[in-house]
């Protein structure tokens, strides 16, 4: 329906549209808005004709009307809006797959979602909730950026909760989590797969716990299986400089690795070039896989082979979680797809690395990779 801004005829300026709400809908069929409100509801069994029935949902489609979801939340105490927090969404990967697997399960159950980020500030989170929660909210994500444990606030533990790449004391809570340990797996038998078994270097920081220590656990559970076992554990970087020296070292010594598992893509990007400061190449001479399938993995090149984080499916999954009859609890585990790059071969010829030193274009990267 319409309401005319003028109040004369010589008014300018166009209608204003407005909202068509129930009582609308009754008056144009000639009911009452008790039975529009039951017609449009499917109530069949009020005794209302068959005429009037029409009559109102013929007067719904000549206004347009759409029932308030709001004003049926509060009667019957359910709500069609979800909150989605983290403590930073920042950019990336990270930021637009979670919103996109959230939306897309939101919107199969006529779900709206808001998004708020709390830059790990308590306050910020407490006033984001309540906001949220002031707007219908009745239901939230919580996902971090890295696989960590959390606590969460009075607040969001009073509230139907999903957490999405975290984990919480509790076991009566949801989480939706990335199998690392099975990436990890993955990761081990691609390069077994290519005749890798005793040259193989893990290079990253794992610490107790975290998402880098379970991928170490799933790459030596797949190695035993197979007779393999890591060569040894570069453990002392988790940025690309660091590791671009640390591997270089590595390289120049005897006997030189054949392939390299980075815990994650930027560890992958220094070792890249420490490859390339030896004179050497990926994967002709050394192979190399990673953790992470971010934007990193596609501009190395040749293409990194990653186990990616399905940001966009522990959202969704999450999502579903929430609004699903019977809820589970404690930890449920997303496989982490294998992106296939192409830095795996078949262990190397097994060419001395001095051969190419000379040809460094500089004395810094023969430091880098200096022969032991």
């Not at 306050?123 to 707007?135: A, F, G, K």
């Not at 239901?139 to 509230?159: D, H, I, K």
């Not at 890591?230 to 006997?255: F, K, Y």
Request: aromatic share 4%; charged share 20%.
């Amino acid at each position: 329906m319409t309401v005319d801004n003028a109040s004369g005829d010589n008014a300018s300026g166009p209608p204003t549209a407005t909202r068509a709400v129930l009582l609308d809908v009754a008056r144009l069929a000639g009911v009452s808005r008790t039975t529009a409100s039951f017609v449009l509801t499917g109530r069949n069994d009020m005794g209302i004709s068959a005429a009037a029935a029409d009559r109102v949902r013929q007067a719904a489609r000549d206004l347009g009307y759409r029932p308030s979801l709001l004003a049926r939340s509060l009667r019957m105490n359910s709500s069609h809006t979800i909150g989605l927090l983290s403590d930073g969404f920042g950019g990336g990967l990270f930021a637009g797959e979670l919103i996109q697997g959230a939306l897309a399960a939101a919107v199969l159950h006529d779900k709206m979602i808001f998004v708020g980020e709390t830059g790990g500030d308590p306050l910020v989170e407490t006033r984001l909730i309540n906001s949220m929660l002031d707007r219908g909210a009745r239901a939230f994500v919580y996902a971090s950026r890295r696989l960590r444990q959390v606590r969460l606030s009075t607040l969001l533990r009073a509230q139907q909760v999903v957490l999405v790449n975290c984990t919480i004391q509790s076991r009566d809570t949801a989480t939706v989590i990335p199998d690392e340990r099975g990436a990890g797996r993955s990761l081990a038998m691609a390069l077994i797969q290519r005749g890798h078994r005793d040259g193989i270097l893990v290079v990253g920081r794992a610490g107790p716990g975290d998402s880098a220590g379970l991928r170490i656990h799933g790459i030596t559970d797949a190695l035993r299986t197979q007779g393999a076992r890591v060569a040894a554990i570069i453990d002392s970087v988790s940025q690309p400089g660091p590791a671009a020296v640390a591997v270089g070292r590595i390289l120049g010594a005897a006997p030189r690795p054949t392939a390299l598992i980075c815990l994650d893509n930027r560890i992958a990007m220094g070792a890249y070039q420490a490859v390339r400061d030896c004179g050497l190449s990926v994967p002709d001479d050394v192979s190399v896989v990673s953790f992470g399938d971010s934007q990193l993995a596609t501009w190395l090149e040749p293409q990194l082979t990653s186990a990616a984080i399905p940001f966009g499916e522990l959202a969704r999954q999450a999502v579903e979680i929430l609004v699903a009859p019977e809820k589970p609890f404690g930890a449920q585990y997303v496989a982490m797809p294998l992106v296939q790059g192409s830095s795996v071969g078949p262990p190397g010829s097994g060419r001395d690395a001095r051969r190419d030193l000379s040809s460094a274009s500089s004395t810094g990267r023969q430091r880098r990779c200096a022969v032991t």
